[in-house]
């Protein structure tokens, strides 16, 4: 699961682009295709926070202040990152809903939330790493995405998530 933003922040700009510039009856099929690919992002919400859940078992571990008080004044000091971070898992949730999982504001917003630090860095004239250079067996990841991918589109396929177009020829 750790490989789904990755593939979220370089397959949703593709969809967005083809479907600035595709036709009506191909549009339809990439609204449908990015349905699916916000639904993933469902699972990286689950993966997050379960790191979330580890890192405050570990500062509980070590005895750290884990008070409410104790989490704010560490969150004081770095602000922009814990909200981006919020924000980061809270859109996902919204595609659960059937016309918010098919907004192109929505993906875009998630997109330059995970892309911030490579925005940021080329403002600034600082080095970053672009999101997916450190995983070494890259062609298993992109797989096991395409899966996750086809099995969340079948999935929602089936539960008639995904409009089908009606023609007559």
Same mark, same amino acid.
């Given at each position: ?9 370089? /397959?949703? &700009? +593709?969809?967005? =682009?083809?479907?600035?510039? #595709? %036709? ?9 295709? @990015? ?54 898992? /809270?859109? &996902? +949730?919204?595609? =659960?809903?059937?016309?918010? #999982? %098919? ?9 330059? @939330? ?56």
């Amino acid at each position: 699961m750790e490989f789904v933003e990755v593939g979220y922040a370089y /397959l949703v &700009p +593709i969809l967005l =682009l083809l479907s600035i510039f #595709s %036709r009506n009856n191909s549009k339809h099929y990439l609204r449908n295709v @990015l349905s699916a690919v916000n639904v993933c992002m469902l699972f990286f919400v689950v993966f997050a926070c379960r790191e979330y859940f580890g890192l405050y078992q570990l500062a509980k571990a070590f005895g750290f202040n884990l008070t409410v008080k104790g989490i704010l004044m560490l969150f004081s000091t770095n602000i922009p990152f814990v909200i981006k971070s919020l924000v980061t898992l /809270l859109i &996902p +949730i919204c595609f =659960l809903n059937k016309k918010l #999982s %098919r907004s192109y504001l929505l993906s875009a917003a998630l997109l330059l @939330l995970l892309w911030w630090d490579a925005i940021y860095a080329l403002f600034t004239h600082k080095t970053v790493n672009l999101m997916g250079s450190n995983y070494l067996p890259l062609q298993f990841r992109i797989l096991k995405y395409l899966s996750l991918l086809i099995g969340i589109y079948g999935f929602l396929w089936l539960t008639k998530r995904i409009n089908r177009i009606d023609r007559k020829d």
